[in-house]
């Protein structure tokens, strides 16, 4: 017999993100609690999203009360979510209950959610992202984020300014000289903001500017066209809006270098794990983002961390405050500020 709680908790950023689609100073996350009879309890988080399923937290609450009501099959995270998948629940909502359900069971077989996933322990530098802006704000920003000793290795760069890319040239060219100065990686993400043709141009003047990929450089839809700029690319592409689930892979596999996952996308750790497989199965590199997350499903993708190449598991540093805890930011990783502990390692404050 399970007990189940949801709730909603608004997440005020510290600094506005804007992206090539929009800004956002904050919203409200679902909150899923899944006990047992002997008192373990997992906990899980969805960020609405409208191409996730659910536009705002009102139907995202909606969604999870009605999937209650249909009793769902909770005696394991895989079967639960093959059976919620087939019956359309929308990926945020899922990967609340997805990430509760994998962390109640670790926490049942007293084990780290890496462990119990036979996967390494949590690894790799995180990107530490800065959205659209002047780059007088860009120039501003960079010092306020290694203010009182923090520690990033990889900023990432939101571009795809709907001002044009001489608007992000002039943004990247204010951050490029502090990072070159402090031996810091640039990554950058569109977002789908540029043509084919400023894709070309933009990776070509990227690429002499030490940056170490592009993330979404066309928009989803669009993935046909990804061939064009495929060829003779100057820097690595990866895909990130145009990867939601392990069997859209195969559509691009051969005209890109790497995949992001992103657990509200694919509805949880477990169509992540299907994305890893996946992607490895076409010799594609991986990646792993979020979107506006607290450090619970922060702690879980942080779970999958030992086996992904790049890492920009950040948004949960840019929360005023973070709502939950069980994470710390070690030499630019993220990592369980325990030893001891199991499931996913967060909870709420």
């Known amino acids: 017999m399970y007990k189940t709680n949801i709730q909603s908790i608004y997440l005020e950023k510290r600094f506005p993100l804007r992206i090539s689609r929009g800004v956002r100073a904050g919203s409200s996350n679902l909150f899923v609690e899944i006990s047992d009879e002997n008192g373990n309890t997992g906990i899980g988080e969805g960020a609405p999203g409208g191409s996730e399923g659910a536009a705002d937290i009102e139907s995202a609450m ?13 005696s394991h995270p895989v079967s639960h979510y093959r059976a919620s998948l087939n019956n359309g629940l929308a990926p945020c909502v899922l990967a ?9 069971l670790a926490k049942q077989a007293k084990l780290p959610l890496h462990r119990l996933l036979g996967l ?11 959205g659209i802006m002047t780059a007088e704000e860009a120039r501003e920003r960079v010092q306020i984020l290694f203010e009182n000793g923090r520690i990033y290795h ?14 992000d040239q002039q943004m990247y060219n204010a951050i490029y000289p502090f990072a070159k100065e402090n031996n810091i990686s640039l990554r950058v993400d569109a977002n789908g903001g540029w043509s084919v043709e400023d894709a070309k141009k933009m ?22 066209r990804l061939s064009e700029i495929f060829q003779n690319r100057p820097l690595p592409i990866y895909v990130d809006e145009s990867c939601r689930f392990a069997s859209q892979i195969k559509n691009y596999s051969d005209s890109v270098d790497g995949v992001n996952l992103k657990l509200m996308k694919c509805g949880g750790i477990t169509g992540a794990l299907e994305i890893l497989n996946t992607a490895r199965a076409h010799n594609l590199k991986t990646m792993i983002g979020c979107m ?21 598991l950040d948004s949960h540093l840019n929360l005023n405050p973070d709502v939950a ?25």
């Not at 390494?120 to 800065?130: D, E, F, K, Y």
């Open 62 to 74: 909606k969604i999870a009360q009605e999937h209650l009501s249909q009793n769902p099959d909770f």
């Open 96 to 104: 609340a209950f997805d990430i509760a359900l994998w962390d109640l």
């Open 120 to 130: 390494p322990a949590p690894h790799g530098i995180t990107s530490m992202t800065i």
């Open 154 to 167: 990889a900023l990432k760069i939101k571009l795809g300014n709907p001002e044009g890319i001489e608007a």
């Open 203 to 224: 990776m070509s003047w990227l690429a002499e500017r030490n940056c170490d990929y592009v993330e979404q450089p066309l928009v989803e839809g669009d993935e046909h």
């Open 292 to 312: 506006s997350e607290s450090s619970i499903s922060i702690g879980a993708g942080a779970a999958l961390t030992g086996i992904i190449d790049h890492i920009d």
């Open 325 to 349: 805890e069980g994470l710390q930011l070690n030499n630019g990783m993220i990592l369980p500020d325990s030893n001891n502990y199991s499931g996913h390692g967060s909870v709420l404050k």
